[in-house]
């Protein structure tokens, strides 16, 4: 692991700034949903928080291993706020899209370290996402 990880460090960054706009959204939409499906996806919200927490951490755990610094500011794009689930549930399926198209970006990268430990790490993080997005779509029909 000689060469400059600068880029890497840099799309890890944009990774975490992401999740941590997930929990910021996450959480904000687990308070305001309401109606007949308030239990069920106040619950699915909640979640989706303790999940981007676990990947946030993740990450961020990545970025040090790299010597990086990690970012403490979330992604800035706007978190729409709505008491409709259904444009909450498009907002998180968005998201989680964002997020997985995110890391599919940083896996390459990740392989050209020849480090498996990392690249398994974010890949099951990948993998994550990508069942978000399919669970929201399907929630979505």
């Known amino acids: 692991m000689a060469r400059n990880h600068t880029d ?6 944009g990774a975490l700034a992401w999740e941590l706009r997930a929990i ?16 069920q996806l ?15 951490a993740t990450v961020r755990a990545a970025i040090v291993k790299l010597d990086g610094i990690a970012t ?7 978190i729409i706020h709505t008491m409709d689930y259904t444009v909450m549930l498009k907002e998180a399926y ?3 899209m964002t ?7 940083i896996l390459p990268m990740i392989e050209s370290l020849g480090d498996k430990e990392l690249y398994d790490s974010l ?19």
Do not use: C, P, W
């Not at 997020?99 to 970006?105: C, D």
């Not at 099951?124 to 990508?130: G, L, P």
């Open 8 to 13: 890497i460090i840099e799309a890890l960054n």
């Open 94 to 96: 968005n998201t989680e």
């Open 42 to 56: 106040s619950t699915h919200f909640s979640q989706e928080v303790t999940e981007s927490t676990t990947h946030a």
């Open 72 to 78: 403490t500011d979330r992604a800035d794009t706007e």
């Open 24 to 39: 910021a959204m996450y959480a904000h939409y687990s308070a305001y949903v309401s109606g007949i499906h308030r239990l």
């Open 123 to 141: 890949e099951t993080i990948y993998f994550d996402e990508m069942r978000s997005v399919e669970e929201l779509r399907m929630m979505l029909k």
């Open 99 to 105: 997020a997985s198209e995110t890391y599919g970006r």
